[in-house]
């Protein structure tokens, strides 16, 4: 009796290893697999919505060589870690970690899995199958400053922020010095609303901007739709950020940054396929490719237009650097002396407003 | 300088009505709510989801009053429910609450994605005659939408309800003292179940007030905490719409006050002010409880119990 049984578990068991590894081998069909871990809803139509958008490209662009794996509204804990063992439990070789407080458990995943290739956002990390990369949406600011300085009348602007850190003030930096290169007359206002996503406080904080007399407005919350459509409503140009949203206000809509994932993704997975990956820093900015302009709005007139899409030409060569030394904080002391160019280190540790910020900077 | 003065005070005033709104509604539900017995502290999952709906309703059959209606119908639905948990089931009415507060959340953004950047017609400010010419009460009282105006009509209309009728001398009975209401033949699971819903009815509208005037469209998680800001204004109010009114307004009021003095350019960190509305209610709060200590408490005396009716 005792050795039937053991015949048939034995036979259970190989007809089970038999199924398992033809079910290893159909596995095993794609080249690579890719996950992406993003920290907000990919409905927010702005920063979330632009990543989900670029895995579609990706996904698309390498159909048959590489499949995803994409989770939305990641918490940056220990939560992130289990989410990222799971993707690699899953077969995952490269993992897009895209938000800044990511590092720590991908520092502790990666130790695990040294076989794993980690794309980190924002923050460097000194480890062989860990790569850092910034989305830099300054250059697209720069030229809704341009477009906004030529097209304001009260040369009043406001800015609806979100948090005064780095990669903010750089935005509204180069917002600024967008509006000052052809307007210097024009002075921009900043509003905190200290939350990456809260559609009523940011509304509440355009319309006290609006109620100051501006008559442009710019932001750089996660989610777009709120002020855009508070500004259709009230008349008040607008310009985006990270996502083109423009048919949401076809009256007001200027332009903005447009964040292009896609091709950026594709070459990564290309370079991890080909095993000549290398750890270092990309930045994704207009020169590479992934930053680009949102189409404009139908009130920017043609010559506005023209201008604006030459500047473009010359930032993707490298004929504008638009954060060339000199440049001077809103009290007047200076930050880049002439000719200076500023390096991502730089960048990443920005912490004042340039002249032209109707106010000062909150101390913390 | 005095003009521009005046101006910014209106702006403040204004801006102050507004944000003020959609938790007084809530706040004047849980009242209702709270008057008979029952705590729900599901006001946030509850507002949400009403966003949501209202949302929803608006954008396949573009009409917002049936938007707004339906956000109404949904909260009573979930009042209903926690209703028939905490009254029929004797369930734990902080954690019933606590639980349809995290339903709410995920049901709503579940059910939300597909709703993100619809376009839909929001609910627009209209004039009223006379009133809304009048200088400085026009711009800060009327100059807004009818669910503002019809706020002005309801936290007089509940009190009266709630202090001079009935009606209201039911209500309060049951908060009070179950059994001797019972025994003076007042069915008190009916009451309950209807002040929760009609309360929960209240906070779905506030809801939608959010997605239907202010955002104009749905986000995932747009009340961001003021139902738990309704909760504290019921305590703070004392269990009396007027008070609900001013304590509404205090909080709405720091909010339009601390955004505006940062577009004036005042040099104070935006973090200091962005706490303001959270630590007036809190001291506000602590000064009127304190003020009570030996006045006699105007809690429901039967609030968070379950009522079990005498064999």
């Given at each position: 009796m005792k050795n039937k049984l053991m015949i048939v578990l034995l036979g259970v068991f190989f007809l089970g290893f038999g199924l398992l590894s033809s079910q290893a081998a159909t596995n095993s069909l794609p080249a690579l697999k890719v996950g992406f871990l993003c920290v907000g809803p990919v409905s927010d139509m702005g920063w979330n919505y632009t990543e989900q958008q670029g895995k579609v490209y990706l996904e698309k662009t390498l159909a048959g060589k590489v499949e995803t794996v994409f989770a939305e509204s990641v918490h940056e804990s220990a939560e992130a870690e289990r989410v990222m063992e799971k993707m690699i439990a899953q077969g995952c070789k490269l993992i897009f970690a895209a938000s800044y407080g990511y590092l720590e458990p991908v520092l502790r995943v990666s130790a695990r899995h040294p076989d794993v290739t980690f794309m980190q956002l924002s923050r460097f990390a000194d480890k062989n199958n860990i790569g850092t990369y910034f989305g830099l949406t300054g250059e697209g600011f720069y030229l809704a400053g341009v477009t906004a300085g030529r097209m304001t009348k009260t040369n009043k602007l406001g800015f609806v922020g979100s948090h005064p850190v780095p990669s903010t003030l750089w935005a509204i930096n180069a917002y600024t010095l967008g509006v000052h290169?052809?307007?210097?007359?024009a002075k921009v206002k900043v509003v905190w609303?200290?939350?990456?996503?809260?559609p009523v406080l940011e509304v509440e904080a355009a319309k006290g901007l609006i109620d100051t007399g501006i008559d442009t407005l710019a932001f750089d919350q996660s989610d777009s739709l709120p002020i855009v459509k508070a500004a259709e409503s009230k008349g008040i140009k607008v310009s985006g950020c990270y996502?083109?949203?423009?048919q949401f206000a076809p009256k007001q809509w200027l332009t903005g940054p447009n964040l292009n994932w896609g091709p950026f993704y594709v070459k990564t997975c290309q370079a991890v396929m080909d095993h000549n990956w290398k750890n270092g820093v990309c930045i994704c900015d207009m020169g590479s490719g992934v930053l680009e302009l949102a189409p404009f709005g139908a009130s920017v007139p043609e010559p506005v237009r023209k201008e604006v899409l030459a500047l473009k030409e010359k930032i993707k060569s490298g004929k504008l650097v638009i954060f060339a030394g000199p440049i001077k904080d809103s009290q007047g002391a200076e930050r880049l002396s002439a000719g200076q160019k500023p390096d991502i280190q730089w960048i990443s540790k920005m912490n004042f407003f340039v002249q032209g910020i109707d106010g000062n900077l909150p101390k913390n | 300088m005095n003009i521009e003065i005046g101006e910014f005070l209106i702006a403040v005033s204004a801006g102050m009505v507004r944000s003020a709104t959609p938790v007084l509604y809530a706040t004047l539900g849980e009242i209702i709510t709270e008057r008979s017995g029952i705590l729900n502290v599901g006001l946030e999952g509850i507002m949400l989801v009403g966003a949501f709906t209202g949302v929803a309703v608006t954008y396949n059959i573009h009409s917002i009053v049936l938007g707004l209606l339906a956000a109404m119908l949904v909260g009573l639905l979930m009042g209903l429910f926690h209703a028939l948990l905490c009254v029929h089931f004797n369930a734990n009415q902080v954690g019933t609450g606590i639980a349809m507060s995290i339903f709410g959340t995920g049901l709503s953004a579940y059910l939300g994605m597909d709703y993100v950047g619809k376009q839909i017609n929001a609910l627009g400010a209209c004039k009223i005659p006379v009133l809304s010419d009048l200088p400085v009460i026009g711009p800060i009282f009327f100059s807004h939408d009818v669910l503002v105006y019809l706020t002005y009509l309801l936290v007089p209309l509940m009190a009266f309800i709630i202090n001079r009728t009935r009606i209201g001398l039911t209500l309060r009975a049951v908060g009070e003292e179950p059994r001797a209401a019972a025994a003076a033949g007042v069915n008190v699971v009916q009451t309950r179940y209807l002040a929760t819903a009609i309360g929960a009815a209240l906070a779905g509208l506030g809801g939608a007030y959010l997605s239907l005037a202010y955002a104009q469209g749905w986000s995932e998680n747009i009340a961001a905490g003021r139902g738990w800001i309704a909760v504290g204004l019921v305590l703070f109010a004392s269990w009396s719409p007027f008070r609900a009114l001013i304590g509404a307004y205090l909080f709405g009021g720091a909010i339009s006050l601390q955004l505006r003095l940062q577009a004036a350019g005042l040099d104070v960190s935006p973090y200091l002010l962005g706490m303001l509305p959270y630590v007036l209610v809190i001291v506000v709060l602590s000064i009127s409880t304190w003020r009570r200590k030996n006045a006699p408490s105007s809690v429901p005396t039967a609030l968070g119990l379950p009522y079990i009716p005498q064999v």
């Open positions: 290169s052809v307007n210097p007359k609303t200290e939350t990456w996503i809260d996502a083109d949203v423009h | -």
